[in-house]
Every structure is written in structure tokens, then in C-alpha cells.
């Protein structure tokens, strides 16, 4: 029981809930998998930094083997890698005594946050997870409990992805996902199932924006 990992499934059956209620629960299902790697006794500088860390928040992402649409990543990467500390961030602001220097924590993280948004706009190097083949072979890791490396990087596709609607997506590393087997569904897969539509919590922040232009 104690492995069993919250799904957007589990998510889906909770169709009375506030909107707010069900971006939180999106969130937390991430978060709670995330937290596992920045418990591991690391700097947070470190966790921004390493070259795994990237690629391991895209795994702890995913709830099923099957892809994302384009827009589902973008909103994924917009709503929910950016934001990853600005709960932190928040803490740090309001924890801050006025007239009080900026602490340390506080500006590497509004530092990292800067450098990433920016990297989005210009063209921020991903695993693909628009790609079948790479959804399934992280799915399978993630699956499995197994402990991702630097070896493991060189088989997952990398595109180079944008917030700007213009931008040409273009593949960056191709992978051994499809040489690996990974072009048929797994054994368990649900050959009819859909990847996460992450854009909802776009819609979301959609919907409270108009709440609050009417209340105002």
C-alpha cells in the first residue's frame, strides 16, 4: 500500500471537487514524488544544477506510459517545473524581517526560476514526452523502482521546446527508446488510455482570473 502512487486517474473520480481542489491534487501527486529526490541529503543548489535532475522530475511526472500532447508539455513544463519553488520562494518572502537582506536560499532560488523561465522562452532541452517509445521506457523505469543514472540519459529523446507558440520544436538526442523495444505497448499498458492533459491547470488559473475580474 505503501507504494501505491496517486494517478490522475484517482484524480478524475473526485468530479466534485473545486477547480482549485484539483489543480492542488495535480500538484501534490507531483510534488510528493519529487520531494522523494530532494530528500536525499543534497544542496538545493546541487538538485537544480545536476544534470539528473531534470530528466527525473520528467519521470516522477508521469502517471501512465502514454504520451502528451505538445500543449499538455508546455503546460506541464509552465505550470508545474517553473513553479516548483515558488511555494519555497513564498516561505522565504514572507519569512523575511522587513529591512533584512535577502537570504541566500531566496536568491538562488528567484535566480533559478529567472534563468529557467528564460530558457523556456528561448528553447528548453527536454525528454520528449510527446514520444511514445520514451514514455513507455521511463513509465517502465518509474514501474520498476529503478534508480535512474547519467548511463540512462542517452537512451530517452530530447526535444528543445518553447513557450513561444512560433518556435520550431526540434529533436536534440534521439534515444534508443524504439531499438529498445518500446514501440509496442507494455504488458499492462491500456492500449485505449490518454497521456495527462496538464493545460487544465492553465484553464484553471483561466477560470480564477475571471472570478476575480468579476468579484472586483
Not at 466534485?16 to 495535480?26: C, M, V, Y
Not at 539528473?52 to 508521469?62: D, I, K
Not at 521546446?161 to 512560433?166: G, Q, T
Request: proline content about 5%; overall charge positive; glycine content about 4%.
Amino acid at each position: 500500500m505503501g507504494n501505491r502512487r496517486i494517478t490522475k486517474k484517482a484524480i478524475k473520480g473526485k468530479e466534485n471537487l473545486h477547480p482549485s481542489s484539483r489543480k492542488a491534487a495535480q500538484l501534490t501527486r507531483v510534488n510528493l514524488r519529487v520531494d522523494k529526490l530532494k530528500g536525499q541529503a543534497k544542496a538545493r543548489k546541487d538538485y537544480s544544477d545536476a544534470k539528473l535532475q531534470r530528466p527525473l522530475f520528467f519521470l516522477h511526472s508521469l502517471s501512465s506510459p502514454h504520451p502528451l500532447s505538445i500543449e499538455s508539455l508546455k503546460a506541464l513544463i509552465s505550470e508545474v517545473y517553473l513553479a516548483r519553488f515558488d511555494q519555497r520562494i513564498e516561505e522565504l518572502i514572507s519569512e523575511r524581517r522587513p529591512g533584512r537582506p535577502k537570504p541566500k536560499e531566496l536568491l538562488e532560488l528567484e535566480e533559478i526560476k529567472k534563468r529557467e523561465t528564460k530558457e523556456f522562452e528561448t528553447g528548453m532541452e527536454v525528454p520528449d514526452l510527446t514520444h511514445s517509445p520514451t514514455c513507455r521506457l521511463l513509465y517502465s523505469w518509474l514501474n520498476s523502482d529503478t534508480s535512474m543514472n547519467l548511463s540512462h540519459i542517452d537512451l530517452l529523446r530530447y526535444i528543445r521546446i518553447s513557450s513561444i507558440p512560433e518556435y520550431k520544436i526540434i529533436i536534440t538526442k534521439k534515444g534508443k527508446g524504439e531499438e529498445m523495444g518500446m514501440n509496442v505497448p507494455l504488458l499492462d499498458e491500456d492500449i485505449n488510455g490518454k497521456g495527462d492533459d496538464w493545460t487544465e491547470l492553465i484553464k484553471e488559473k483561466e477560470r480564477e482570473k475571471k472570478d476575480m475580474e468579476v468579484e472586483s
